[in-house]
């Protein structure tokens, strides 16, 4: 085993399957850690709860991450935050640090899509009676929803958009079942849409989803960027990551 090796288990957040986390995971393999990207399900029936137990499942396996030998630094991106702060807060003992990669935690039981207007949610949930099924929007309509798709090249997001998962129903429409919160875990959110200022006054006015993010377990890290980094900012990402964030 590389000296002062770290295994990180990465998880793609709306859309994304596990190859999202490639360029990411070679650079921190090359940095000789360890480094496993979780494939969360797309089927009609899954939902927010069974991406926790997509989680949890690599977490108890005999050799995983990885082959881990102890706990794993748990990397969630978008969609996957408050799957993925469920997964740490109900496996503890598998956890060394929790990082949050342009998102944050919600509130038990509550939904991704109680998080966006009005508007977006009559039109989320007309696509869904539809199709069964959210399919990833055109860039367009992503820089205009506020998922920034800045500094991914034209080709690489064309490629990605080919290859993305519909998110069913449920995962959409679902929130997950919270744990119990431990102070000692140490979490970050790595904001790069957003900047750690923006989101200080809604910590301060107690909004949920927000509130907790003001404890002292929660720390911050600049990657100015898109919704997205680690197709924008692979390198930088890895390096963040790395170094302990």
């Known amino acids: 085993m590389v000296r002062g090796m770290t295994t990180y288990l990465l998880v793609p957040g709306f859309w994304l399957g596990a190859s999202a986390?490639?360029?990411?995971?070679?650079?921190?393999?090359?940095?000789?850690?360890?480094?496993?990207?979780?494939?969360?399900g797309h089927a009609p029936g899954d939902t927010a709860e069974s991406h926790v137990s997509d989680v949890l499942d690599v977490l108890a396996a005999p050799a995983a991450p990885a082959g881990a030998p102890g706990p794993v630094v748990l990397v969630g991106h978008s969609g996957a935050g408050p799957v993925c702060v469920a997964a740490a807060e109900r496996a503890r003992d598998r956890i060394a640090r929790l990082v949050l990669v342009d998102t944050g935690?919600?509130?038990?039981?509550?939904?991704q899509i109680d998080f966006t207007p009005p508007e977006a949610q009559a039109a989320t949930r007309a696509t869904l009676a539809a199709h069964g099924a959210l399919p990833m929007p055109p860039r367009a309509e992503l820089d205009a929803a506020g998922s920034s798709t800045a500094g991914i090249p034209d080709p690489l997001f064309d490629e990605v958009r080919a290859r993305s998962l519909a998110e069913p129903a449920g995962v959409v429409l679902t929130g997950v079942r919270r744990g119990e919160t431990d102070e000692t875990l140490p979490k970050t959110v790595v904001a790069c849409s957003f900047t750690p200022g923006d989101i200080r006054p809604l910590i301060d006015a107690g909004v949920p989803g927000f509130a907790e993010l003001g404890g002292p377990d929660w720390s911050f890290v600049s990657l100015p960027t898109g919704h997205w980094p680690m197709l924008s900012e692979p390198g930088r990402l890895a390096e963040l990551l790395a170094a302990g964030t």
Do not use: S
């Open 21 to 40: 986390w490639d360029a990411v995971a070679a650079d921190l393999r090359a940095r000789g850690h360890e480094a496993t990207a979780v494939e969360l």
């Open 105 to 111: 935690p919600l509130p038990d039981g509550v939904a």
